[in-house]
């Protein structure tokens, strides 16, 4: 009897052994390049994130073979679809933070498109930023209509606790105030200005020639920004221009876009990709976004 359930267990044991096999070789046939980039590169992803991807194109069969418990959970799981995103983007992104070629542009806006299954490009309309990929830093919350202060910013205690010290803006946005009125205070416009980042419309080629075009085409614009390092997504809108060139930033999010991506770190900026979307239904919903 005992030998036929070690009979039994070593056949089922070959069996998830094979499946892996088979899995692994699959894998490199759809994902080769992402992955020989993942395995030269594992440092620069944030911890856990390459977790499934090293389960399931580990060379050898599992460490935990002769458990078939534990071997069974993890074939059966479902593939972290979140950290062939990260090493598909960091196969294109180049080392150093710095403006992406065309090549790369289009790679990348490949790469978001089919995730997010959506259109998302450098460049809407014949207009496009300066770059689209470089370090976010942290904003102010904006005034989003007369008399809105950082007292009455926040509809719950909750997101005064988490978002309070960010403090308010001295000035209004680019576009000045999202509504004319409390009364006229819409749901659109407070989504608006808590997931608005802003972005230097001023570098762009012609601005100054087209000033007026140009303008109205980038007021409350949607983005897709995305941190490389850990894969989150959010949908935003430009609701500000700059920052400076000086302060070694290249766009800004609100306190709520920072706390999204984890951007919250000791420097307050990091890396991000920021691309337009085609919503010219205005389809997408303003927020974060999954894969």
């Not at 078939?68 to 959970?73: D, W």
């Not at 259109?119 to 904006?142: D, M, S, T, V």
């Not at 509504?179 to 749901?187: D, G, K, W």
């Not at 876009?257 to 984890?262: A, D, G, H, R």
Request: net charge neutral; with cysteine.
């Amino acid at each position: 009897m005992v030998d036929a359930k070690k009979s039994q267990y070593q056949s089922l044991k070959e069996k998830w052994q094979t499946r892996h096999k088979d899995l692994q070789h699959k894998l490199w046939q759809k994902h080769g390049e992402s992955l020989a980039w993942l395995s030269q590169n594992a440092k620069q992803l944030t911890a856990g994130a390459g977790v499934s991807l090293l389960l399931l194109t580990s060379p050898g069969p599992f460490n935990s073979a002769l458990n078939l418990p534990t071997a069974s959970a993890q074939i059966s799981q479902k593939i972290d679809k979140n950290s062939f995103f990260i090493s598909d983007l960091y196969s294109v992104l180049p080392k150093e933070v710095s403006p992406l070629s065309i090549e790369q542009e289009n790679k990348a806006s490949e790469i978001l498109s089919r995730e997010f299954k959506m259109k998302i490009l450098p460049e809407l309309q014949g207009k496009r930023l300066n770059r689209n990929y470089g370090f976010i830093g942290a904003e102010q919350h904006l005034a989003r209509f007369p008399g809105d202060t950082i007292y009455n910013h926040f509809n719950t205690e909750e997101e005064a606790r988490q978002f309070y010290s960010a403090g308010m803006a001295p000035g209004l946005g680019a576009w000045g105030y999202f509504a004319p009125s409390e009364s006229l205070f819409t749901e659109e416009d407070k989504l608006r200005e808590k997931y608005y980042i802003a972005v230097p419309t001023f570098l762009s080629e012609n601005f100054s020639e087209r000033f007026t075009e140009y303008r109205d085409f980038f007021k409350y614009r949607k983005m897709i920004v995305v941190n490389p390092q850990n894969g989150k997504a959010i949908v935003c809108v430009i609701g500000d221009s700059g920052p400076a060139v000086w302060t070694g930033k290249h766009l800004g999010g609100s306190p709520e876009v920072m706390e999204y991506l984890e951007r919250e770190d000791g420097g307050r900026k990091g890396p991000v990709l920021y691309f337009f979307i085609d919503d010219s239904e205005n389809k997408v919903p303003l927020g974060p976004i999954a894969l």
